[in-house]
């Protein structure tokens, strides 16, 4: 009796379902607790414990079962032999033994990734890897498998984890799609970008062998502090240390070793899925350089506007200043033909030369203002005039000088005679200057240019544009040289290095080859020499020789001028250098004034001043034409601009006076206009 219980309590608790193995031994517990067996009960007891532990053990394993967010797969020889209700769930089953004897083909894996699948199982490779699952339905998700190789019993098993990875890899392909997005935005942006990880590079991308000269290897796997220059090194340090985002500059070395001036802009971002700094890096050497010409364009343009401002100031002083000189030297002309008290005599010719020598400064400030451009400009072989520069210098030179000239013989320019040969003689002198008592070589050299370099687009002056090209004069010296200070300021009025100079001659330099459409440069270091270079607009059309017309002499006597000056000294010192030589003068003081005189007063010739308050000089000529007057009209000025405003009125005068003058200029220009036939 007590045997046949023992036996039906162990079939039943051998129940596969362990809630009812419980039921079953606690039926048959009852049953032989009613036969009253005391060497029963224990073993009855045992048994009901070891059901209830069953029971307990399986609710365990159900509740975790349950609360998994992976599927779990148990399966042998590919056919899934236990699984749980989260996998039903994932694939869309009623319940796991709607599962159970389901080869994995059938059950959960795309057809394309099988082969990958069966090849783990038969290696037994165990780990993670990703697949294609499929549902009961047949809609497709992205799976992750762990799987891991067991026993149950004797019979080996393999275990699966299954975790629906769909979401994630979307996140993960729009992440990559992100991270391709940027990479294509930043190396348009840049020219070429560093990613790198614990300050090692570990890939490089963009214009980084055009920029630098390296091949991408270079960079991977190299500390980024290795790849810049040391002075670069503390910011950027500091900016890995504190794992800082932003721009900053940096000096990175390139193939030649040479050092590269970059802008780096750092982010911190993911590379395949892994934390990276990202360094977007644009090279500098471009900007720096339109920098750099931008800061000198500024100081050329500064320089200019300084230049034209002296030059401003220096054209007023001289036109005032050329006036007081017409009395000074036009009053003293008059005494050394009217007096012959010889002590007057010389007082009046010692005047004159003071006069003379006023003038001529005035002359060189109103040249560096610019105010000769409307000198007689005719086609003018340079060569010939540097050889007349020469020969006039000859004595005035340095005697320790070796001059050299190597001339080419295209230098024909569109060029004044008188004004270039005072250029060339200043150079020529300056030169001599430069090597004082010691030996040394002055060498001038011309040739014809088609192209210009660039340096010329930092010269003073802008070279006109030409279809005949250039002329270039370098006039070098192997004498003391100068500064840096001292060059910017070589050009400007009034500035000299000489202990008696008066700083107008560069400046007149200055200002006649600009006023020729030309450009002058100067290239000097202390104890290196300088050479000054002038370059000029070439003409196509060779330099004629032509041979002075000789000025004839009128009778003066019976002949009326009309003098139109706004300055009283000017009208005095002409009336009487005009009376003492026979002329009738009639004085008008404005031009207002000399059309009411000239309308009733007849005027063999015309003194007219330029400038005047209510009526310029052009002005009161063009109504003096325009009323059928042919008249001689002498224009008198302290330059030579007469005509930038109104250039067609040029035919209507007959000559210009240039003040200061004194009388014998002042006769030839009244002969030379009266011999005009209109």
Known sequence: MRASFVARLATALAAEAPDHALAEVCAIAAEADGDGDPELAPIVANLVAAARLRVAEHERLEMLSAASFEGIIIHRDNVLTDANHRLAEMLGYAGVEDMIGLPLAQLCVAPEDLPEVFRRVRDQIEGEYVITGVRKDGTRFRAELQSKQGRLGDDPIRIVAVRDVTERERTRALLLESEARLRSVVGQAFDFVVYSRDGVVVEVGGRFTETLGFPPEHFIGKRILDLITPSSA???????????????????????????????????????????????????????????????????????????????LAGGIAHDFNNLLVGVVGNASLLLHVSTDRAVRDAASAIVVAGERAASLTAQMLAYAGHDKHARRAPLDLGALLHEVRALLGAALSKKAQLELDLDPRSVVIGDRATLTQVFMNLLTNASDALGAKPGRIAITSRWLAILDPRWQTALGRPADTAAGWVLVEVRDTGAGMDAATRERVFEPFFSTKAKGHGLGLAACFGIVTSHGGAILVDSELGAGSTFSVLLPASDVAAPVVAPAPIPTMLRSARTVLVVDDEPLVRAVLRRSLEHHGYVVVEAPSGTRALELFATTPATVIILDLTMPDLDGLEVTRRIRASGSKVPILLSSGHLEVFDDRPDDRHLVDGILTKPYGTSELLAALDAALSVSR
Do not use: C, M, W
């Not at 911190?268 to 990276?276: G, K, R």
């Open 234 to 312: 503390p910011v950027i340090e500091q900016s890995l240390v504190e794992a800082r985002a932003g721009g900053f500059e940096a000096t990175v070395i390139d193939a030649n070793g040479d050092g590269v001036p970059v802008e780096v802009i750092a982010v911190y971002a993911t590379l395949d899925d892994q934390p990276v700094r990202i360094g977007a890096v644009r090279d500098l050497r471009t900007v720096k350089r339109l920098a750099h010409e931008r800061r000198v364009l500024e100081q050329q343009l500064e320089r200019s506007q300084r230049l034209e401002s002296l030059g401003v």
